[in-house]
């Protein structure tokens, strides 16, 4: 909201398969920035539908799907354009509503799951790999 004039478009793809970012996250972050959705499309109808889709992570230094080719659960088919257009208030905003990632305490106490019938050190080492992750991804380091 810094650097979009008051009247911008923003446009945001995401799949209704994936897992991290799900739409009710979108719009409603959008909507705490004072982005008003407008409009939301399947991506096949879109303009730019051709352009080569990505998963906007680190996955896509090694595999970018090719003719034919979908990502792991995450086809075109099921992916959607949310429109927003910036209608700033005036007003200042209250603070971000960030959820973050369980601590690695908390992982590590689960006993379910991919957890189940794992001893304590296969357990703190997954724990530990998920905790990780989490983190990279709250962080943006595991884009690019």
């Not at 446009?11 to 982005?35: C, H, L, T």
């Not at 792991?72 to 973050?100: C, H, W």
């Not at 357990?123 to 943006?140: D, N, P």
Request: hydrophobic letters at 30%.
């Amino acid at each position: 909201r810094y650097f979009t004039k008051p009247g911008g478009v923003v446009k945001v793809a995401s799949n209704m398969g994936a897992v991290g970012v799900r739409y009710s996250y979108i719009i409603g972050s959008a909507d705490q920035n004072e982005f008003q959705h407008v409009e939301t499309v399947p991506f096949l109808e879109w303009t730019l539908h051709r352009y080569g889709r990505a998963y906007g992570d680190r996955r896509d230094k090694k595999k970018r799907p090719g003719d034919g080719q979908g990502y792991n659960a995450q086809k075109a088919e099921s992916d959607m354009v949310y429109t927003f257009e910036y209608r700033p208030s005036g007003k200042t905003l209250p603070d971000q509503e960030i959820r973050l990632p369980p601590t690695f305490k908390t992982i590590q106490g689960c006993q379910d799951g991919p957890f189940k019938n794992l001893d304590g050190q296969q357990s703190k080492v997954l724990a530990k790999q998920l905790h990780e992750r989490f983190i990279k991804e709250c962080s943006g380091i595991h884009v690019g």
